[in-house]
């Protein structure tokens, strides 16, 4: 039958045949559904005979699902406030799961717009009359026309993805979907059809950034067109299907002050460390996964000098550098041939041909940090990266077994020489298991003393107690340490006080 879709939709095609000419607009069969919206009894199901078990609010809480509806969701500046109400996102992910349901997937993108967006709008506004959802016929033809595009768009993600108080969505194969809000995470009741369904939407994305997943390439990184990030793997790989992490993108980017209202450092460490990247002194953000490093490196750029020409070079772009004159890289995977792969290390090697003032490695992680330390060896000072590590020796023993990696041939000396002046401060971060993320050591790189770098801790977080709710209490200090990079600071003309450094009471 030409142009059906619907493989069990019988009785609303029985209303309305599928291979019907559309002759009536989308708004012209809303206003008469609500029309018949008295004709309704709010007890009765959306369809004949169709119960709305496994998608109504009340059989999802019996499953001990939490319905997905947002404390304090930011309402999007466009579009209408109501249908950014927490109560119709639930709705729509509930909707969501009834449209995968009744709706042949694998034949969206072959069937027309028109009859794709009728049947939408028709199955919408039979379930806003069943749910008895207080919308008026303009937001009914609004909520189903955002419907469509999520539709045919990311599906039942895009609510979440709307939603700015979560800050990751974490797929655990197509019937498990987690978000992270405020630090916690929660389970929605998101669901996809099945794993097809899954990997359809898995591949629309990847394939915006040129990538593929399947099962000779399972795991892979991609990017979502507003810049959150997104990684996959997939069979294989994995036992029981595919497992998703998107980090979403911040809208509004970090910057220190909003850190010291998180608690996650004080002002004078942070004016410290503002003062050390204007000054050009090469630093390293480290810290453990989703510890903030990317972020802190956002906030620091801020301090750089407009004046100055960034490069930045990432695995799947996710820096929000603020500065006018920046060129952006980006590495990228092997073809299906698995030839024109092109890694960190090449980019950075290629930026230096860029005159850049300084490189800004997203994360460095293997061979290219030889390239890195020889950028900030060769007049790139105040280039910045950030590394996976637990604390800033163990940052140190990393670096020097990524240089080991390049296959340079050097001595262990020299290679710790080469950091030692390459790298002037390291910068440590953790998030903490009460959930906060907090910067945890500031320490300088004073040289080398035979073959040991020596470093020196200026700040570090003291944990004092944990509170009943397991929140951790803690407080800043300075160690009393003056560091030695004062002077060259004083020298470009700030000035910071003393007392900053007085270990005496915590900051
Ligand atoms: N200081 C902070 N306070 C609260 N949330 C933070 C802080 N720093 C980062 N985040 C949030 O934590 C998540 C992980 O941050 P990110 O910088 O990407 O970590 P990393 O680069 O270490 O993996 C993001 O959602 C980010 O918005
Ligand atoms: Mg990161």
Known sequence: MAGRFSNKRKTASSAAPANTPVEQKPDERLLAAMARLDAVSPAEPPEGGNTPAPNSPAAAE?????????????????????????????????????????????????VPEEELRRQVAELASEYVLAERLPLNAHELEEFASELYDEMTGLGPLEPLLKDATISDILINTHAQVYVERFGKLELTPVRFKDEAHLLRILNKIVANVGRRVDESQPMVDARLEDGSRVNAIIRPLTVDGPLISIRKFSKKPFNLEKMYEFGSLKPQIGEVLAA?????????????????????????????????????????????????????????????????????????????RMRPDRVILGEVRGEEAFDMLQAMNTGHEGSMATIHANNPRDALTRLENMVGMAGTNMSEGSV?????????????????????????????????????????????????GTEEDGTIIGEFRATGVRPKFLDEIKSHGIEIPGEYFDPKDPL
């Open 62 to 110: 019996e499953n001990g699902e939490k319905p997905a509806s947002p404390e304090q969701d930011e309402p999007a500046s466009e579009g209408n406030a109501k249908l950014r109400d927490p109560k119709f996102l639930d709705a729509k992910v509930r909707l969501h799961r009834k449209l995968i349901d009744e709706i042949n997937l694998s034949a969206i993108d072959k």
């Open 276 to 352: 050390a990247v204007s000054s050009r002194m090469s630093l390293i953000v480290s810290g453990g996964t989703g510890s903030g490093k990317t972020t802190m490196l956002n906030a620091l750029s801020n301090h750089i000098s407009h004046d100055e020409r960034l490069i930045t070079i990432e695995d799947a772009a996710e820096l929000q550098l603020q500065q006018p004159h920046i060129g952006r890289l980006e590495t990228r995977p092997p073809n299906l041939e698995g030839k024109g792969e092109v890694l960190q290390r090449d980019l950075v090697k290629n930026a230096l």
């Open 416 to 464: 710790r020489a080469q950091i030692a002046s390459a790298v002037r401060i390291f910068v440590q971060l953790s998030r903490l298991s009460d959930g906060t993320r907090r910067l945890t050591s500031v320490s300088e790189i004073t040289g080398m003393e035979g073959d040991i770098v020596q470093m020196q801790e200026i700040f570090k977080y003291v944990r004092v």
